[in-house]
């Protein structure tokens, strides 16, 4: 099992996480690409410290709104929103280098990430973007996505997320934020959820029903408060139960 976690979301003087920690504990690392979130100073130290770690480096493509965290669904063309997600690609994949590493994968953030569940177009446009960047790197996305079944029929080796601190609707899709209980906050609750997602057991959806959530990648989000203490229970239920944990796209700068 791979754990991840969104890193490099501080911007100037706002700091946001502890990228430090997290990346002592998750084996792939989520990395914002300056768009929602992300300087290139935040960027490159954060790039720096996954090479270090021997963390898998993903590229964490979002919406133009660094206001919204993007976080915010904007109507973006399928054209427009392919290029700029290659010019997140580029940008982060070019810091990556210069330290010693390489984007190995794209995960798409907050509101692109639920748009392209459903959302055909722009599931097809980020498609696009990742086969004209590189056709080696994998994708990330949540099981049964339309971006998931796109990425396949394109040939790209696709991963499936799920997320430990997030709650889940009997669809099996993420409860809106806006929601009450959508995000979870107690480490033990969430490790024990992520130990029956890990062995193919079911977990409660929001409304008290029970579904399965197929993964090969489970997420803490970094910007979470007690974002650290989760990542670390998670990490140590997951191997106390002899779970090894490893990057799902290894390798080094191509």
Request: charged share 25%.
């Amino acid at each position: 099992m791979d754990l991840n976690s969104d890193l490099a979301e501080g911007f100037g003087r706002w700091e946001l996480g502890d990228d430090d920690a997290l990346l002592g504990v998750v084996t792939s690392a989520n990395v914002a690409c300056g768009f929602h979130a992300g300087d290139p100073g935040v960027i490159r130290r954060a790039c720096a410290r996954a090479a270090a770690g021997n963390v898998s480096v993903g590229a964490q493509v979002g919406y133009r709104d660094l206001a919204g965290f993007g976080r915010r669904f904007i109507d973006v063309p399928p054209r427009e929103l392919t290029d700029e997600v290659l010019y997140q690609l580029a940008a982060l994949d070019g810091l990556a280098r210069v330290e010693g590493t390489a984007v190995r994968y794209v995960k798409p953030h907050g509101a692109l990430y639920n748009a392209i569940v459903r959302h055909e177009e722009q599931a097809a446009a980020v498609v696009e973007a990742v086969t004209a960047y590189d056709p080696r790197l994998a994708v990330l996305g949540l099981p049964g996505s339309s971006f998931l079944s796109r990425a396949a029929e394109a040939g790209l080796t696709t991963y499936r997320e799920a997320f430990a601190d997030r709650a889940y609707t009997p669809e099996g899709t993420l409860v809106s934020r806006r929601e009450p209980g959508a995000v979870l906050h107690d480490p033990e609750l969430i490790a024990r959820r992520c130990l029956r997602i890990a062995g193919g057991e079911p977990i409660e959806a929001i409304d008290g029903s029970e579904i399965t959530v197929a993964a090969d990648s489970i997420c803490v989000h970094g910007d979470s408060p007690g974002a650290v203490a989760i990542a670390e229970t998670v990490r140590d239920r997951l191997r106390d139960a002899g779970i090894d944990l490893a990057p799902f796209a290894a390798g080094g700068a191509r």
